[in-house]
């Protein structure tokens, strides 16, 4: 029994916003010109791939983008026809989907309801917070957030930390509490510009591990807090002895595989590159693609630095993400980009967040 978590882009990188800080546009190399959208043949051996291989264990299918609601609701209802048809009776499978909420209508409303689809909903904090790289969409996502309240659809909300809105933790948490939100997840944003340094747009690791630090202060309350952040659960299972959610800060990177819209496959949404493509699914199993990611991409996870292997914090962070030590280093055995935000945070957290564990374990 095995399980099996695919990050499937139905609509390659195409979107219907122009998000500033956008990293899939450099997607257009490999699949340039017009719409991609997957046809019903690769759609079905995906499917059939995933459930070869998980052999009884969960099939997880991560519907991304772009924005996968481009796809359409037809789309969606082919999937979730293939998975009945080519599951069969007593299949554990696994849907989610992340979207910018725009193009939620009833069709997909009433899909994601049906089939208990876990949704994410792009939000990067308040109206100004949001519309500053988000396409002016607040008004979009937050009718989207009301839609899936109303259906009683569970959902977490997704918030790029960048140079805007890390110096308003306060605001950020504020919007949060205000709008009843349940789970949060932050993912810090960098990306080199075209000289080869930090875009603008980019989050400095002194911001994000102030930034950290703040919105925890609020977010703690005495070891009770009122919603979840993932960032934070992670820590807490790491520092617990449990394998953290984050992929990285996993002892290597084989968690998932990314299908793009035409059937190719890679090991990373971080790293849909020429150099790093595994194969396609409509002419390799999915043992053979897991195979090639762990002989090759899995292997740069142990690539850690002397500083990093002797850091007090390595045993929570296991040296960062490949794609933060390369950008930061050139070097894939380069210490992670956010190396002083996370050390400044384990320093600052760690002993409020052990007693969070014991609070729990009711020590």
Same mark, same amino acid.
């Given at each position: ?22 990293? $899939?546009?450099?997607? !257009?190399?490999? $699949?340039?010109? #017009? ?31 772009? !924005? ?55 939000? *990067? ?8 790289? =988000? ?19 569970? %959902?977490?909300?997704?918030? &790029?930390?960048? *140079?805007?809105?890390? #110096? =308003?933790? !306060? ?69 617990? #002895? ?5 992929? #990285? ?5 084989? *968690?998932?595989? &990314?299908?793009? $819209? ?6 990373? *949404? %971080?790293? &849909? ?23 090759? %991409? ?38 992670? $980009? ?13 002993? =409020? ?11």
């Amino acid at each position: 029994m095995k399980n099996t978590e695919l990050l499937i882009k139905p609509v390659s990188y195409d979107c219907n916003l122009e998000c500033g800080y956008c990293f $899939y546009k450099g997607t !257009e190399k490999l $699949y340039p010109g #017009g719409s991609h959208r997957m046809d019903e043949a690769v759609l079905e051996r995906v499917i059939s791939r995933a459930f070869d291989y998980s052999d009884g264990g969960v099939a997880a299918f991560s519907w991304q983008g772009g !924005e996968p609601l481009l796809a359409g609701a037809d789309f969606y209802g082919k999937v979730f026809a293939l998975q009945k048809k080519l599951g069969g009776a007593g299949r554990r499978v696994a849907n989610s989907i992340q979207t910018n909420g725009a193009l939620l209508d009833e069709g997909i409303l009433g899909l994601i309801k049906e089939y208990n689809v876990f949704a994410g909903l792009s939000i *990067d904090g308040n109206e100004a917070m949001h519309n500053r790289y =988000r396409n002016r969409s607040f008004g979009a996502a937050m009718e989207a957030a009301g839609k899936l309240k109303a259906r009683g659809i569970d %959902f977490n909300v997704l918030t &790029v930390i960048n *140079d805007f809105n890390a #110096g =308003r933790a !306060e605001a950020l948490y504020n919007f949060y509490r205000e709008k009843g939100f349940e789970y949060v997840q932050f993912i810090p944003c960098f990306e080199l510009g075209p000289a080869g340094r930090p875009a603008l747009f980019s989050v400095k690791p002194s911001e994000y591990g102030k930034f950290l630090c703040s919105f925890f202060d609020l977010w703690h309350n005495g070891g009770n807090p009122e919603f979840g952040v993932r960032f934070f659960d992670n820590v807490l299972e790491a520092l617990f #002895g449990a394998e953290p959610g984050y992929c #990285g800060f996993k002892d290597s990177c084989r *968690d998932y595989l &990314v299908v793009e $819209y035409n059937g190719d496959v890679y090991p990373c *949404d %971080f790293f &849909v590159r020429k150099e790093w493509k595994l194969g396609n699914i409509m002419e390799n199993t999915l043992s053979e693609l897991y195979e090639r990611q762990l002989a090759g %991409f899995s292997r740069l996870k142990s690539l850690v630095s002397p500083a990093c292997a002797s850091c007090e914090w390595f045993s929570i962070c296991k040296g960062g993400c490949p794609k933060y030590r390369e950008t930061a280093g050139g070097r894939y055995d380069a210490p992670d $980009y956010f190396c002083e935000a996370y050390k400044k945070f384990f320093g600052y957290a760690a002993k =409020r967040l052990k007693g969070m564990i014991r609070l729990r374990s009711g020590q």
